[in-house]
């Protein structure tokens, strides 16, 4: 049995250790400390206490405070680091609420948290979530697990879809399309990544096409993965059908930039019920037409015109601030093109020069005449009947913003791109990961109002610093105190603290 005992030492404080007797002998079992206050003594005897009770289950027998608060001697701690284990508890709640801790295994779930931190290599990733959260991972685990996780990419649509729904009242009446280009660190193409017009300036390099549908939030719904070299407009019927068939809705409108409308497209809407926003490129109207709609429009700031097309009713409208913006940029391009003309060995391609033969070039003035009556105008193709005003189409295709906002917060703050793998499987689960993260970022800035970064950087600041008691061998967790701004984000976010 262990006895506590006080002595004297020399500098005549008080020592407490922990004894027991063997073959009448006393030997010290754990010396606690020493101290010269009766407050300091008092301390060491209960500390004295804990350690029998861990040692041997041992209860005193005039103990009556069985459930006594623990108490810790720093001089008897080693620090051993600190953790951001508070971020990392508020993003799997997130990931709950999400209901994509039903979907993959942990390892997903982390890549995809430590996606939102602190985007990086697979490889690295791993080493971060080690190094942040003290968490291991075998990096075989997820090339293992590849095929499983492949499957999963309808299953987390639709638990999206449905969050968009419950959080964010998400009715399907409005969904804005994008697409972007995600380059590759390698030169070598295969059936997926291709050479093909690159919005990174990365033409040099293999790349993959994406199409984004999101809300009028800017809250992502579904996407998919095209080969490189894919047309943009190509991408916008297999997208849009195969949402508007999977969740069952009866027609949608579908909100995209001028890069999408073709007859084919506008055919092809129309067969699956489907009503439209696209944007228009002016400069392919005729010139008759062109000076019909400058006539109506008059120069008005703010006044509209509907016309019907083949592609559709072409709303115009006219700004004054576009047009000086219009005018300004002209005016460049009419000097760039003077000024090389003066110089027949340096004339390059540019706007409003036209080539007459091999060594001659000149101005080209009917398309500068037909930029001077389109100064100012910006126009929109719809299948939407008059009872959507003009007004409230073009607001609807203004926030069309949102779909490249998602874009950037993938590229930049998510660092989608470059990317490091080389097989289709690979680069098909990193991008449902990133979609994943970039869904739950999303969350995070419509509840707060807040960048991701400015989220991130707040959430990080409350860390766990470590310490090791010698006396009991245990590892002690001392929290930052979590300052207000942090707990009004929770409770935006619906996440208690």
Same mark, same amino acid.
Request: aromatic share 10%; hydrophobic share 40%; proline share 2%.
């Given at each position: ?5 006080? $002595?004297? +030492? !020399? ?8 004894v027991?007797y063997?073959?009448?002998? /006393?030997i ?7 101290? *010269? ?20 289950k ?6 009556? +405070?069985k459930?006594?608060s !623990? ?8 620090? #051993? ?14 990931l709950? *609420?999400?209901?994509? =801790?039903?979907?993959?295994? /942990? ?21 971060l ?6 968490? =291991? ?9 590849l095929?499983?996780l492949l499957?999963?990419?309808? %299953?987390?649509?639709?638990?999206? #879809? ?18 972007? +280009?995600?380059?590759f ?12 017009? !690159?919005?990174?300036?990365? =033409? ?18 579904a996407?998919e993965?095209?080969?490189g ?16 068939d999977k *969740? ?11 890069? /999408? ?8 809407l129309?067969?699956?019920?489907l009503?439209?926003?696209v944007?228009?490129?002016m ?7 062109i ?8 120069c ?25 913006k219009?005018?300004r ?7 760039k &093109? ?18 007459? =033969? ?15 009556l ?5 126009g929109?193709y +719809? ?12 607001? *609807? ?7 490249e906002?998602?874009?950037?917060? &993938?590229?930049?703050?998510? %660092? ?28 995070m ?5 807040? !960048?991701?970064?400015?989220? #991130?950087?707040?959430?990080k600041?409350? $860390?766990?610093?470590?310490l090791?008691?010698?006396?009991t ?19 935006? /976010?619906?996440?208690?603290?």
């Amino acid at each position: 049995m262990y006895h506590i005992r006080k $002595t004297k +030492t !020399s500098s005549k404080a008080t020592a407490v250790q922990v004894v027991y007797y063997l073959e009448r002998k /006393m030997i010290i079992a754990k010396h606690i400390g020493s101290g *010269h206050l009766a407050k300091e003594v008092e301390i060491l005897l209960k500390l004295a206490q804990t350690w029998i009770k861990k040692e041997t289950k041992q209860q005193g027998l005039f103990d009556k +405070t069985k459930n006594q608060s !623990s108490l810790t001697l720093l001089d008897k701690c080693e620090y #051993v680091g600190f953790r951001y284990s508070f971020i990392y508890e508020v993003l799997i709640k997130l990931l709950d *609420h999400f209901e994509f =801790s039903t979907v993959g295994n /942990m390892l997903f779930h982390d890549l995809v948290i430590i996606r939102i931190i602190k985007p990086a290599s697979k490889l690295r990733s791993l080493e971060l979530l080690k190094e942040y959260f003290g968490i =291991s991972h075998r990096r075989q685990t997820f090339y293992e697990s590849l095929p499983k996780l492949l499957s999963l990419k309808d %299953e987390v649509e639709s638990l999206t #879809v449905k969050f968009a729904k419950k959080e964010l009242a998400f009715d399907f009446s409005l969904v804005f399309y994008d697409v972007t +280009t995600l380059y590759f660190e390698s030169f070598s193409s295969d059936e997926l990544r291709k050479n093909g017009f !690159s919005k990174d300036n990365k =033409s040099q390099q293999p790349q993959i096409v994406i199409g984004l549908m999101v809300t009028g939030q800017g809250f992502p719904i579904a996407y998919e993965v095209f080969a490189g070299n894919k047309f943009e407009g190509h991408t916008l019927i297999p997208v849009v059908k195969n949402f508007k068939d999977k *969740h069952k809705i009866p027609t949608l409108t579908i909100v995209a930039d001028a890069g /999408m409308i073709s007859l084919e497209n506008v055919k092809a809407l129309e067969k699956n019920a489907l009503k439209y926003i696209v944007g228009a490129r002016m400069g392919n109207i005729s010139l008759k037409t062109i000076s019909t709609i400058s006539n109506e429009l008059n120069c008005q700031d703010g006044a509209t015109l509907r016309i019907a097309t083949t592609y559709g009713d072409l709303i115009c409208a006219f700004s004054k601030k576009r047009y000086r913006k219009d005018k300004r940029e002209m005016g460049k391009q009419i000097e760039k &093109a003077q000024n090389l003309l003066k110089k027949p060995k340096e004339v390059k391609r540019t706007k409003f020069l036209k080539t007459t =033969s091999k060594t001659n070039c000149e101005l080209n003035n009917s398309l500068i005449e037909k930029t001077k009556l389109l100064l100012g105008v910006k126009g929109y193709y +719809t299948n939407l009947d008059t009872s959507v005003s003009n007004r409230e189409i073009i607001e *609807h295709y203004h926030n069309l913003w949102h779909v490249e906002q998602a874009f950037r917060i &993938a590229k930049n703050d998510l %660092e989608t791109r470059p990317i490091f793998h080389f097989k289709e499987d690979a680069i098909k689960v990193h991008m449902l990961i990133c979609f994943m993260a970039l869904a739950v970022s999303k969350y995070m800035e419509i509840k707060t109002n807040k !960048s991701l970064q400015q989220i #991130v950087n707040l959430l990080k600041q409350i $860390t766990d610093a470590r310490l090791f008691d010698t006396l009991t061998n245990k590892e002690i967790i001392l929290r930052t105190k979590i300052p207000e701004e942090v707990k009004d984000i929770l409770k935006k /976010m619906g996440l208690s603290y």
